[in-house]
């Protein structure tokens, strides 16, 4: 209830959290975004995160990254934890673009992640977060397998588009990044997948979904308006020019 209250107060809302324990808990970070129409003087306006956005652009950090997590997995959590420790600040105030540009190239080219799609509900969140957590430590006590990154979430309002994952209303993105090139990378990718797609989740249409080829019923359940974007894509494109592979492997181009 007052988690949701504050989603909707901000117009915007996500948070990320460490999915290995430490000391007997998982650190989150929150952040909030909200629009202002009469800007602060510059030196008012805060900046952002200096290290988190130069680490961010340096190929050489992010490699490292991953050689740490392979040669020495076990740091894996605390350098989860002193990361997210420094991308933190208090505020940050400037124009759109400026505010919202995600920034780290260098992480961005090394980085995958798949992310899914849940209806806005706290029970839901809270029963997804603890199977991803418990995911996180099987694959730890098994197979030694670290996962290297923070877990984001991020709210959405209502679209109207027939194929948005958020049409049906308000919608909640749970996201599983990983760095290309660390151990075992795949297999726990695949994982996530196949763990949140039986809890309600679907994909990200332009994120790693690789479960969903096989599961276009799951792709007639979540899209009630899915036959009228068929209808309108082919009004549109009669002839086909503009179908693609990945709508045909999705079962969306007939």
């Not at 979430?153 to 994952?165: D, E, G, H, I, V």
């Not at 209303?169 to 990378?185: A, K, N, R």
């Amino acid at each position: 209830g007052r988690f949701m209250q504050m989603v909707r107060s901000n117009d915007f809302l996500s948070w990320r959290i460490n999915p290995h324990e430490i000391k007997g808990d998982h650190l989150v970070s929150i952040i909030l975004q909200n629009r202002e129409y009469d800007p602060p003087p510059r030196w008012k306006r805060g900046m952002r995160n200096f290290i988190a956005t130069i680490g961010g652009n340096l190929e050489f950090i992010v490699e490292g990254t991953i050689r740490v997590a392979n040669f020495k997995p076990n740091l894996t959590p605390k350098k989860i934890q002193t990361a997210m420790s420094l991308m933190k600040y208090r505020r940050h105030k400037d124009r759109s673009y400026r505010v919202l540009f995600q920034g780290g190239a260098a992480a961005l080219r090394y980085g995958i992640s798949s992310e899914f799609a849940f209806k806005a509900d706290m029970n839901k969140l809270i029963e997804v977060t603890e199977e991803i957590i418990k995911q996180t430590k099987f694959y730890v006590a098994y197979a030694n397998l670290y996962h290297p990154s923070y877990i984001p979430l991020r709210f959405t309002q209502q679209s109207k588009a027939y194929l948005s994952t958020a049409n049906a209303g308000e919608t909640m993105y749970i996201d599983v990044p990983t760095l290309y090139g660390v151990l075992g990378y795949a297999d726990m990718m695949e994982a996530y997948q196949e763990k949140l797609l039986p809890m309600g989740g679907f994909p990200h249409w332009a994120k790693l979904n690789s479960v969903l080829y096989a599961r276009h019923d799951a792709i007639e359940a979540w899209f009630p308006n899915l036959q009228k974007w068929k209808d309108v894509r082919k009004m549109m494109d009669p002839e086909g020019t503009f179908l693609n592979d990945f709508l045909m492997k999705m079962g969306l181009g007939n």
